[in-house]
């Protein structure tokens, strides 16, 4: 009997365990690819993320001879479904650790033990066999000696080292594919006006060796410059799993220096907010240390308007309204950018971190749930090992130090491209004053801030 290969976020061929395990399993039947396109996972995605998908989906349905079956509904009945009409024995995964995917899984594993079985119909179900996870080193493995889990990155880090990243997974030469005939769901790719990266396996391979050959050397030094493009672009690849971090854990390790340390790091950090997510699937969505829980946020109309103009880029603030803007443009943006506006959006418009959050993850291509929401919790002052809520982020003075000549800005913000240098950051400061539509400030940094500070310490007692 086939065994089924259920794709979610694991879409390649190349360092994917559940792949070899249901090899093992289908035998001479062959490997049944699955896709299922649920739609609670659907619905809040925007057009890029939905598009980058759809890519994704396009390459490895190529990649496995056209075999890739692509069904819509609730996984807990297609899953079992899909199973009964390819008579298939078993059924692989790659691990999923989020608070929805455990649920999901849990009632799908279920639903597989109640079928008759194999092809003998032994009465014993359908087994969901786990093998791997999205992640370098498992959720749940890397804890301190007493068992409990880490909540301050280095100290996580360290450990995760001491424990280890394994080897990647050989890459099967010879597959059966098994095929199945019935509906196709695969959607048509929605037309987006963004410039997303190309999906797919040998997209992200691809995308990989360039940074690897090209700019890791140097990504210690410039990775804080949105100006130069200098980061590695794999997030979106890594959320869908086009690409495994073991893999990429490795070849920057064999690289060695400055860069690659730096790299491995980052790669380690989200090893870690999978790691709180797994420990504490609540921190989705609620503060992970409630102790601002009592902070006052603003709402009505004004807020409302001001929020509208934070998601649109029309903050008048260049440097946020740049990488709005970016994040609208490329379903992407670059990692310090992420931080300042989210700063912005908390302690300068004084909004929950939830709203801009969940912002977020519906533009990001590489939106996540555990990087964005630990992300967004850590710039809150909520979250592990928090920024303190008292930092706060001044646009004009981070627009200098990591857009020094502007160049970021002008790329961003048409209205101000015929500004030189590092003026762009303060346009309103022009002899000219602010050029022609481009928009005033919504909120004036330095009374904000002093608002955020005074709410906060009312909160502190
Ligand atoms: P590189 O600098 O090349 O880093 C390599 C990889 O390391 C990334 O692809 C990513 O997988 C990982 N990484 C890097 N920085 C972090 C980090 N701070 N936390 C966790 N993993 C990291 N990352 C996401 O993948 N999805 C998100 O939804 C997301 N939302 C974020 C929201 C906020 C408010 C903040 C502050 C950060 C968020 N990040 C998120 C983390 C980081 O900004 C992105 O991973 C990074 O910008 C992706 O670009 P890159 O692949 O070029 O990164």
Do not use: I
């Not at 993320?49 to 509904?73: I, K, P, S, Y």
């Not at 903050?315 to 950018?337: E, F, S």
């Not at 967004?376 to 909520?382: D, K, N, P, S």
């Not at 920024?387 to 961003?412: A, M």
């Amino acid at each position: 009997a086939p065994a089924v290969l259920w794709f979610r976020r694991d879409l390649r061929l190349g360092d994917n365990p559940a792949l070899l395990a249901a090899r093992e399993r289908g035998g001479e039947a062959g490997v049944l690819p699955l896709f299922v396109l649920d739609p609670a996972v659907w619905e809040p995605s925007g057009d890029a993320r939905r598009r980058f998908l759809v890519g994704c989906l396009e390459a490895l349905r190529a990649a496995t001879g056209g075999a890739l079956v692509v069904r819509r509904g609730d996984p807990r009945e297609v899953v079992p479904a899909v199973v009964r009409e390819a008579r298939a024995a078993s059924v692989h995964v790659a691990r999923d650790v989020g608070p929805y995917g455990r649920r999901r899984d849990d009632a799908v594993r279920e639903a597989l033990s109640r079928l008759p079985g194999g092809e003998g119909g032994d009465g014993e179900g359908v087994p969901l066999v786990e093998d791997g996870t999205a992640y370098a080193v498992g959720p749940g493995l890397v804890t301190k000696d007493d068992g409990s889990p880490f909540q301050v990155f280095t100290p996580f880090s360290r450990a995760w080292r001491a424990h280890g990243v394994p080897d990647p997974a050989p890459t099967p030469r010879a597959l059966t594919w098994a095929r199945l005939d019935g509906p196709d769901d695969l959607p048509a790719a929605p037309d987006v006006d963004a410039d997303l990266p190309v999906p797919g396996e040998e997209a992200a391979r691809a995308a990989w060796k360039a940074f690897r050959d090209e700019r890791l050397e140097r990504y210690a030094d410039e990775r804080d410059r949105p100006d130069l493009d200098s980061t590695s672009r794999m997030s979106a690849y890594l959320h869908l799993g086009c690409v495994h971090p073991r893999t990429l854990v490795q070849e920057a390790t064999a690289r060695g220096g400055p860069g690659a340390e730096a790299y491995v790091r980052e790669l380690c950090f989200r090893d870690f907010y999978a790691d709180v997510l797994w420990h504490r699937p609540d921190s989705a969505r609620e503060a992970y240390k409630p102790e601002l829980a009592g902070m006052e946020h603003d709402d009505g109309e004004e807020a409302r308007r001001r929020v509208r103009a934070w998601e649109e880029g029309r903050t008048g603030y260049p440097v946020v309204d740049a990488a709005m803007r970016q994040l609208l443009g490329q379903g992407w943006m670059h990692n310090r950018m992420r931080m300042l506006v989210a700063s912005f959006y908390v302690k300068d418009l004084h909004q929950r971190w939830q709203g801009g959050a969940r912002f977020f993850l519906r533009h990001l291509v590489d939106g996540d749930l555990a990087s964005n929401n630990h992300g967004w919790q850590w710039v809150a002052g909520t979250g592990t090992d928090a920024s303190p809520y008292f930092r706060v982020f001044n646009p004009v003075t981070q627009g200098k130090r990591f857009d020094p000549r502007g160049d970021y800005v002008r790329r961003w913000v048409p209205e101000l491209r015929d500004v030189e240098g590092a003026a762009v950051h303060e346009p309103w400061a022009l002899p000219g004053g602010t050029p022609e539509g481009y928009p005033e400030r919504v909120v004036d940094h330095a009374e904000e801030r002093r608002v955020a500070l005074s709410r906060y310490e009312s909160v502190r007692g």
